[in-house]
């Protein structure tokens, strides 16, 4: 296992599926953070884990639950700082999950944004402060985007790491 791990078209493959997962992170409708996770692991698998590799496993690992959490709770920080209830920014973020399993790539966004919309605009009998949550959760959205795919440069770096300097 040790020669595949170390060939050329093994590293290469790896290497295109995590940049696709990087660049998918632009998007809601894949899962990037986890993709370049699964790589990692298939890495693992096939090099084996030595102690370096156990650890920079554990890290990338540790990196990939939070930046897959951190959308959530960057869009309901930027939101709940524009005025939102919690109970309409955790609604909100229900019709983006929702959204985005249905209308995918970008239905998730929409769906969130809508429903912040429609319950603070319902909520405070003003559109405007309806608006102004939207803009919240967007701006939590994009926010978290560039966070992901900062998180993602560095998981497979600590991949590139394990890979050429570890093994």
Known sequence: MDAIANSAWFISVLLVVMLLGLFSLLTYMIPGLTIIW?????????????????????????????????????????????????WSIVIALIAGVVGTIYLPPFGGIAAAALSILIIEWIRKKDFKEGLKSTGGIIKGCGASVIIRFFIGCIMIGLWAIWAFVVN
């Open 38 to 86: 699964v790589c990692v692991l298939a890495y693992g698998i096939v090099a084996g884990f030595p102690t370096w590799g156990i650890v920079l496993f554990a890290i990338i690992t540790l990196l990939m639950i939070g930046g897959n959490l951190v959308d959530n709770y960057m869009m309901g920080k930027e939101a709940h700082k524009t005025g939102a209830a919690w």
